[in-house]
């Protein structure tokens, strides 16, 4: 059974880091584009970051670009997202998800999908 978890998140002050994890479970995940969406409380789900799985481009949304860096490592089945500069604003859930289609942040689409990990930033 395909399977994606979702581990790191947590309460932080604005300014913080943290770093999520996604692992993979029943499946290869090197074989997949991967990729971080959010959704916070009244709001639509949106694509935050994503990676190729052929050669390891990444892309990023204009609001989490030169904060947010993400990255794979094939020999644990993981890929990360590494938050820093933390706002208040990336309060979300952060779920991960194997992609299908072209790795466009606003329109990229989940095939296998986490559960989601909290990401609470407040002072």
């Known amino acids: 059974q395909l399977q994606l978890v979702e581990s790191g998140g947590g309460l932080v002050q604005p300014g913080g880091s943290l770093r999520l994890s996604c692992v993979g479970s029943g499946f290869s995940l090197d074989y997949y584009p991967v990729g971080w969406f959010r959704q916070a409380p009244g709001k639509e789900r949106e694509g935050v970051s994503c990676?190729?799985?052929?050669?390891?481009?990444?892309y990023y949304a204009d609001s989490v670009k030169g904060r947010f860096i993400i990255s794979r490592d094939n020999v644990k089945n993981t890929v990360y997202l590494q938050m820093n500069s933390l706002k208040p604003e990336d309060t979300a859930v952060y779920y991960c998800a194997t992609l299908r289609g072209p790795l466009i942040i606003a329109t990229m689409q989940g095939g296998n999908w986490g559960q989601g990990t909290q990401v609470t930033v407040s002072s």
């Open positions: 990676i190729s799985a052929s050669d390891g481009g990444t």
